[in-house]
C-alpha cells in the first residue's frame, strides 16, 4: 500500500477511536456525573487522526460528532414524536439530519488538526480551532450552541470563573489544550521529536493555575459582596403542568387554581417577585376577562410583583402576529409591562425559510407561527430590574450580555422543559444557564413548569433547585445590588472572535505554503 492510501485508509481501529471520542465526548455532559471526561475525551480521535490525510482525518471526526450528537440529543425524539405527534420515522429523521449537520464541526475540527500536528503551537492551534468552530455552530443558520464544551464544566465553579471574562468559549480552549498537550506527551508516533514539549507543559500548567486562582478569587470575592448586599424575598412556583393537557380549555380553570394554591403558600414569607415559568397560562392573558382580573388580584394580595409567561399578538396590517410573551404584573400598579421572546426556536415556534420552502410547512405542521420580539429593556418594578431570558434564549450568552448592558440586576429565565420529557435535556438546559450568571455577574431565577426551577448565585452555584416532574414552590433571599459590569459583558466574544481571526490567518499560511510546493 502506498504511503497516500495508507493515509486515506480507516482500519477498525481509528473507527473505535472515533466512536470513543463522541461518546466520551456525550458521557461528560449532565445528567451524567462525568465531567472529569471532557479533559480526555478528544484524545482517541486525536490519535486516529495523527497519520492522515485532510479527508480522511475530516471522516473520522464527522464519524465522532455524529455518535456524539445522536447520543447527546437523543430527547428530540421524544419531542417531536410525543408532544409533535409526529411519526417515529419523522423523528428519527430529524435527530439523524440534525446529528449529521452538528457532526461536519468535529470533522472540519479533526481536518484542521491533523495539518498542524507536528508544529511546535499544536496544541494552541487545536484548541483555537475547536473554538472558531463552537463560535461558528453558535451563530450559523440561525445558531444552535447546545451544549458547547466548556458547559461540561457548570459544576465546577473555580473553573467557570473565568466566563466572565471570554464566555464560555474559554472554557473550552482550557479543555481542549490539556486534551492536546497529553495527546502530544503520551501519544506520539515513534521518530516524531518532542519538541518544546516541556514549555508546552509549563505554559499549560501556569493557565490552568492562573484560572483556577482567579476563578476562587472572584468566588470569594462574591460571597463577600453577597454578604452586605441589598437582598429581595422571591419565590419560584412550578406547577407541573402536564404538557398533554396544559392546551385543553377545560383545565384552564384547574391550571390557574393551581398556580394560585402554590403562590399563596409562600405569604408568609413576604416574596417581592413570584415567578410562574413560559406560558404558564394556556391562554391569551390580554383577552381573558375571566381570568386576568384574577392575576392583579392576586398581586395586590400578596404584595408582589408577579412575572409569568402567556402567549400574545399584535394585529399589525390586517396580519395577525402571535408572540412567546413574559407579563410583569406590579401591586396597586394598573400598567402592565412585558416582554417578546426574541430569538425564537427553529421548527418549535417558527419555520424557516418557509417563504421560499412552503413544502416544509407540510412537514413540520406541530411548528408554531411566532414572530420574533424586538424588545430588549429590563422590566422594572422599584429597586428590581430583570432581564427577562425565555427558554430557549438561555443558551445565547449575547441575549443576557445585552440585557446586563441595559441595567439588569436579576436575570430571570422561564422555561417549559416539559417538551423534554424524562430526558437528559432539562439537566443539559440547566447548565448552560448557569453560566448566563456567571458570565454577567448578575444571579438568576429559573422558572420551569416541570424543572428544574433553581435560584443560581453571580458566581453560578446554584443555590436551590426543585426536582422533576413535582409541584414545588423555591422561595429565598437573592442580592440585586448592581455590580460593575464583567469584562464579559463589556467586550462581548472578543476572545472567541480572535481565535477565529487566528484560524483563518493559519489557514491562509497553510494554504499559501502549499501552493508553493
Same mark, same amino acid.
Given at each position: 500500500m502506498t504511503p497516500a492510501k495508507k493515509q486515506s485508509a480507516l482500519s477498525l481501529r481509528d473507527l473505535f477511536q472515533a466512536i470513543l471520542s463522541g461518546l466520551l465526548l456525550t458521557a461528560s455532559f449532565p445528567p451524567g456525573k462525568?465531567?472529569? /471526561?471532557?479533559?480526555?475525551?478528544?484524545?482517541?480521535? *486525536?490519535?486516529? $487522526? !495523527?497519520?492522515k490525510a485532510p479527508r480522511s482525518a475530516f471522516r473520522l471526526g464527522f464519524i465522532a460528532g455524529f455518535f456524539h450528537f445522536i447520543t447527546l440529543m437523543y430527547w428530540i425524539i421524544v419531542v417531536l414524536r410525543q408532544y409533535g405527534n409526529l411519526p417515529l420515522a419523522v423523528s428519527l429523521s430529524a435527530l439523524l439530519l440534525l446529528s449529521l449537520f452538528l457532526a461536519l464541526y468535529p470533522g472540519l475540527f479533526a481536518c484542521l488538526a491533523c495539518q498542524t500536528n507536528h508544529g511546535p503551537f499544536s496544541i494552541f492551534f487545536m484548541a483555537t480551532f475547536w473554538v472558531s468552530l463552537e463560535y461558528a455552530r453558535a451563530h450559523l443558520v440561525t445558531?444552535?450552541?447546545?451544549? /458547547?464544551?466548556?458547559?461540561?464544566?457548570?459544576?465546577? *465553579?473555580?473553573? $467557570? !470563573?473565568i466566563a466572565n471574562l471570554f464566555g464560555v468559549y474559554a472554557v473550552s480552549f482550557l479543555i481542549v489544550l490539556i486534551n492536546g498537550l497529553i495527546f502530544r506527551t503520551f501519544f506520539r508516533k515513534k521518530g516524531m521529536k518532542r519538541t518544546f514539549l516541556k514549555w508546552k507543559w509549563l505554559f499549560v500548567m501556569l493557565l490552568t493555575a492562573g484560572t483556577l486562582t482567579y476563578g476562587s478569587h472572584q468566588i470569594a470575592q462574591k460571597n463577600a459582596r453577597t454578604k452586605t448586599a441589598p437582598q429581595i424575598n422571591a419565590a419560584v412556583v412550578q406547577a407541573n403542568i402536564d404538557q398533554?393537557?396544559?392546551?385543553?380549555?377545560?383545565?384552564?380553570?384547574?391550571?390557574?387554581?393551581?398556580?394560585?394554591?402554590?403562590?399563596?403558600?409562600?405569604?408568609d414569607s413576604k416574596p417581592a417577585l413570584i415567578v410562574w415559568p413560559e406560558t404558564a397560562l394556556p391562554f391569551f392573558y390580554q383577552d381573558a376577562p375571566g381570568f386576568s382580573p384574577k392575576m392583579r388580584g392576586l398581586s395586590n394580595e400578596l404584595g408582589a410583583a408577579l412575572l409569568f409567561g402567556s402567549p400574545a399578538y399584535k394585529r399589525i396590517n390586517r396580519k395577525i402576529r402571535y408572540y412567546n410573551r413574559a407579563y410583569m404584573i406590579t401591586p396597586d400598579v394598573t400598567f402592565t409591562q412585558h416582554y417578546d421572546k426574541r430569538h425564537l426556536v427553529p421548527f418549535g415556534e417558527y419555520v424557516p425559510l418557509k417563504q421560499y420552502l412552503p413544502f416544509i410547512n407540510h412537514l413540520v405542521q406541530a411548528a408554531g407561527n411566532f414572530a420574533q420580539g424586538n424588545r430588549q429593556s429590563p422590566l422594572k418594578d422599584k429597586d428590581l430590574s430583570l432581564g427577562v431570558l425565555i427558554c430557549f434564549e438561555a443558551i445565547f450568552p449575547e441575549l443576557a450580555r445585552d440585557l446586563s448592558r441595559e441595567g439588569a440586576n436579576l436575570l430571570v429565565d422561564i422555561t417549559n422543559d416539559a417538551w423534554f420529557g424524562a430526558t437528559s435535556a432539562p439537566y443539559q438546559h440547566l447548565s448552560m444557564a448557569v453560566f448566563r450568571s456567571v458570565e454577567t455577574g448578575l444571579p438568576m431565577i429559573r422558572a420551569a413548569n416541570t424543572g428544574f426551577s433553581a435560584f443560581i448565585g453571580s458566581d453560578g452555584a446554584i443555590l436551590s433547585k426543585s426536582n422533576l416532574f413535582v409541584e414545588a414552590v423555591l422561595d429565598g433571599s437573592i442580592p440585586i445590588s448592581p455590580e460593575t459590569p464583567t469584562i464579559y459583558t463589556r467586550t462581548g466574544d472578543l476572545f472567541?472572535?480572535?481565535?477565529?481571526?487566528?484560524?483563518?490567518?493559519?489557514?491562509?499560511?497553510?494554504?499559501?505554503?502549499?501552493?508553493?510546493?
Open positions: 462525568f465531567s472529569f /471526561l471532557a479533559w480526555i475525551a478528544l484524545i482517541p480521535l *486525536l490519535v486516529s $487522526i !495523527q497519520d445558531g444552535f450552541p447546545w451544549c /458547547l464544551l466548556g458547559y461540561s464544566q457548570y459544576e465546577h *465553579l473555580a473553573v $467557570i !470563573q398533554s393537557v396544559k392546551w385543553k380549555p377545560a383545565y384552564q380553570s384547574q391550571t390557574l387554581q393551581t398556580y394560585f394554591r402554590l403562590s399563596r403558600s409562600v405569604a472567541a472572535g480572535g481565535l477565529v481571526l487566528i484560524s483563518l490567518l493559519k489557514l491562509l499560511y497553510t494554504f499559501r505554503k502549499r501552493v508553493k510546493k
